[in-house]
């Protein structure tokens, strides 16, 4: 999808928003109303302008763009000169980036900052940047014992347990498996 | 007035005070550096442990660690693009760009000397400006405070870089983002999707963490590079750095004046100004075209400003006990703890602990310039590791970030949400600077707005403080337009319009 497209997209999506949230002021009193009915209907203005100037775009640059070459999907990147990658293999990078974003705030939610800090450092350093097992499994150790020192044990903060153990009951999956491991291993 | 000036200093170098000023340095060295964990609540985290302490050794420690905050935060916003704290987010906007073309040294330098030499700007003043400032404070009602933040709205068209009607849409969607959460005027949710966790609002950590942050871990690993792509220059960088801002040394100390005096109004503080201290070093810059891509001015305002802001912060606490943000309410109840009532009777009765606040900005920012500059080329080597070890590190410290405002996933999700609104923004090249300003001036323009129309009704636009403010916004607003107009009217080049330096 070309650059201009998803502008027009996003203009579209902004319209909207703006309008949801200027319909949903409607019912409310009129001192509650006043504050974001001044500014939404300023902003909605604009997001009007905006996606006018959109459609332009897309309707006069489109036809040439799909045909010539496409631009580098982060703008940044083409800014400094530092992509030199063929588009593709660019945007292939950005989605396993994005993926593992992703990966991180789930793996976090359900496992806990401590024990998350320590696989997912693993997980992502070992299949998918392709380091050696050693470098990977020392780094997660690494931001393991930070995350444990200096968050957990230092400045005392709430660190959640994670999902998992908050479902199973157990104060963290550490504990939980230092149990199991007891249990198992009496002696 | 000497005597106390004099004997205060000394005070400061005593024991227990001196050794409790430097582990406040410590601890606040690292919270800095540590994104997400701000310095308000380890303020708050900190406060019961000076129930036992001296008046002096307790806000040794407490400002100890406040006032080099900022400094080091700067750090972690040009090393990662992170903000180390919410009031160092403006550094990132040329601090990163600079690392990234491997003048790490350069820009952390500029940095820690604008902040030096913004911090003991906010001293001076502190120390000079107790007697004059208290009629000024005191005309500043609603109405004014309203007006001064629709003065900020106006810096919007320069923190916009080519896009100004993207820029002004952005900031007015940080102006409906800050009004998400409780209605203050009825107390009803507005906006929330029926998620209570919203009723506070959105955090602004969350918001300039995943905006800034997200879209650079995406970048670190599209490039496939390590931070600095052109690998990191020596010490000539750090030198170049603190030569810059003695270069620029018109715009340090025009953006330290700007971070004292938004300091000194209650509800600014140092998140609007290092904004309004960008937005001033774009605007009084003749060649605009580098900022945003590592122009070292970009640095040096922010970082004068947020610390400079301190100072100034500290003037109405001291002077008449107003706090003006919630990290001078949280200092306020140290006050208490020590048996103090701000007002004239820290100046005179206590006039030795006021003037030791002076010492103690001086002393914790000297302290921590000079440590930093120890270490600052191994600082700078961190931008020359491997981009793929760095990614799980910066990004377990964006989603912590993100997190520990409120201690809540939900928060977390905020982070993540930001961080793909902000790769989207930098793909369609939408400036991300003015939706932050958005949001943090958003919720001032609407409490003062309904505090001015409910005590004086439409009339508080026509007091005569609001209109001189309003005009000097509309002067703001339009200076470029006209200076832009006159250069090519007069056919006179743009420079004359702006300082020597430049």
């Not at chain 2, 750090?75 to 990132?92: K, N, Q, Y």
């Not at chain 2, 620029?248 to 904004?275: D, E, H, K, N």
Request: proline share 5%; glycine share 10%.
């Amino acid at each position: 999808m070309s650059p201009k497209r998803i502008e027009l997209i996003v203009s579209l999506f902004i319209v909207l928003v703006l309008g949801w949230v200027l319909w949903e002021a409607r019912a409310w009193q009129f001192h509650s109303r006043l504050f974001p009915w001044s500014v939404g209907f300023c902003v909605l203005g604009l997001a009007l302008i905006q996606l006018a100037f959109s459609l332009r775009d897309y309707l006069r640059f489109e036809p040439t763009l799909e045909v010539g070459p496409q631009r580098t999907p982060l703008s940044e990147a083409v800014l400094y000169g530092q992509v030199t990658s063929e588009p593709e293999v660019v945007r292939g990078r950005i989605i396993v980036i994005c993926a593992w974003i992703l990966g991180f705030y789930l793996g976090l939610w359900f496992l806990g900052f401590k024990l998350g800090s320590l696989i997912l450092t693993f997980a992502f350093l070992r299949f998918t940047a392709k380091e050696r097992r050693s470098v990977s499994a020392t780094v997660a150790i690494m931001s393991y014992l930070f995350f444990l020192a200096v968050f957990d044990l230092i400045l005392a903060m709430p660190l959640t347990s994670g999902l998992i153990a908050e479902l199973i009951g157990a104060s963290s999956l550490e504990s939980f498996v230092i149990d199991i491991l007891r249990w198992a291993f009496p002696g | 007035m000497i005597e106390a000036l004099v004997s205060s200093l000394l005070n400061v170098f005593t024991y227990p005070t001196f050794p409790f000023l430097l582990i406040g340095i410590l601890i606040g060295f690292v919270i800095g550096i540590l994104p997400g964990i701000g310095g308000l609540v380890t303020l708050a985290l900190m406060l019961p442990f000076t129930f036992d302490m001296k008046p002096v050794a307790a806000f040794a420690f407490l400002l100890g660690m406040l006032s080099v905050t900022a400094t080091t935060g700067d750090l972690t916003s040009i090393l990662f693009g992170i903000p180390g704290e919410s009031i160092a987010a403006a550094t990132i906007v040329d601090g990163h760009p600079m690392a990234k073309k491997g003048e790490a040294g350069r820009a952390m330098a500029a940095a820690l000397m604008s902040s030096l030499l913004g911090a003991i700007a906010g001293a001076i003043v502190l120390a000079a400006s107790i007697p004059v400032v208290a009629p000024l404070v005191l005309t500043f009602k609603s109405p004014e405070f309203f007006a001064l933040a629709l003065v900020g709205i106006t810096f919007v068209a320069s923190l916009s870089g080519k896009s100004k009607l993207k820029g002004m849409l952005s900031a007015g969607l940080g102006f409906v983002l800050a009004m998400v959460g409780l209605d203050p005027q009825s107390g009803m949710p507005r906006y929330t999707m029926g998620i209570p966790q919203l009723w506070d609002g959105v955090g602004l950590v969350p918001v300039t963490v995943g905006l800034f942050a997200i879209p650079e871990v995406v970048d670190l690993w599209v490039k496939g590079t390590s931070i600095a792509e052109r690998g990191s220059e020596s010490l000539r960088g750090v030198w170049q750095g603190v030569k810059d801002t003695f270069i620029y040394w018109g715009v340090t100390l025009r953006c330290s004046m700007i971070g004292t005096f938004i300091g000194i109004i209650p509800g600014l503080g140092a998140g609007v100004s290092q904004w309004v201290a960008y937005a001033h070093a774009v605007q009084s810059s003749a060649d605009k075209s580098r900022f945003g891509m590592g122009d070292v001015r970009g640095v040096l305002g922010p970082g004068a400003a947020n610390n400079s802001s301190l100072g100034g912060a500290l003037i109405p606490t001291i002077a008449f006990g107003v706090p003006g943000s919630p990290t001078m309410a949280i200092l306020l109840g140290a006050f208490l703890i020590q048996g103090l009532v701000p007002g004239p009777d820290m100046l005179t009765k206590h006039l030795d602990l006021t003037f030791a606040f002076v010492w103690l900005i001086v002393i914790s920012n000297l302290i921590t310039v000079a440590l930093c500059f120890l270490f600052l080329n191994q600082l700078a080597k961190i931008t020359c590791v491997r981009g793929a070890l760095l990614i799980p590190g910066i990004l377990l410290l964006v989603l912590l970030g993100g997190y520990a405002e409120s201690n809540s996933i939900l928060d977390m999700g905020i982070t993540l949400l930001f961080g793909f609104i902000g790769l989207l923004m930098v793909y369609l090249d939408w400036p991300r600077p003015p939706l932050i300003l958005g949001l943090v001036l958003g919720k001032l323009v609407e409490r003062n707005f309904f505090i001015s129309y409910q005590l004086h009704g439409s009339g508080f636009l026509f007091r005569p403080m609001v209109i001189v403010i309003l005009l000097i916004g509309v002067a703001a607003l339009f200076l470029p337009v006209l200076q832009a107009f006159l250069s090519k009217r007069l056919g006179l080049k743009e420079e004359v319009f702006v300082s020597k330096e430049d």
